[in-house]
């Protein structure tokens, strides 16, 4: 490392800048230490003009823990199976409808997987001119500025966890995910609490895609209550807008947030990233 990196706040909450580290070298443990102990600050760090190829990625990523191959099978890099696409354009070269559509209202990733996944990491190849950006929201504020009365309520319910069959999942696609996977996903209940692994703090860990419901609450008192808490979760002074610039590397914590693309660009316009998920080991 020649000389120390630096940390540069990219707005009122959340995102926030790595500045001096080049991510195609190897890290060394006194780098890799600093971005561990920013991370757990930090939830969303952003490393600007990289160039990173799969392997090159996937090498950053298993520094942080195991990968985990993407449930969709299409997106998955042909030689590096733990990277996978982001991207709106087809192998011949038309608009990918649902890579268009994918993950544009708020989640965090991969809940109905075995285990949750720690942070995933995107790597910005070809952006649109305007927009296009990814918008993550503060989960640990979320928590934070309940009233103490859901707390209380929260602090008992246990939430279940499918493949986009929550509220807003279903919205967004409507049925047209099964034919993505090569296996089948139980449902997975996770509590709508969660202590942050590392940092200790408190989280609420309910996403409007994926959560469907609370062990032994009917689905007329579960959609209101997930579409409340996401109303609450998503509120401006929780969220963060990343306007992508080619060669970012942008990282987030799967617990401390969610995200969604914004959905907001121009579809005809290329937008094309590399992305891997990393799990605890
Ligand atoms: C993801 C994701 C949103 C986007 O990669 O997990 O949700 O902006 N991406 O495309
Ligand atoms: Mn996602």
Redesign the pocket.
Known sequence: MTGSPELRPLGETLGTEALGIDLSRPLDDATFGWIERAFAEHPVLVFRNQNLGPAELATFGRRFGGPRIHSLVKYRHSEYPEVSW?TNVDADGKVDWFGVK??TDW?T?SPYDDDLPRL?I?HAKEVPAAKG??MFADMRAAYDTLPEAMKQRLARLVGLHGRGDGPAGERLYNGDLERQTDRDYAEKAHPAIRIHPVTGRPLLFVNPVHCHGFVGMDKDEAWPLIEELAAHSTQERFVYYHSWQVGDVLMWDEAATM????GDYEPRERRIML?TIVYPN
């Open positions: 982001l994918r993950a989640h990733d995933a995107l950006g990814t995200h969604r693309g914004a992305r």
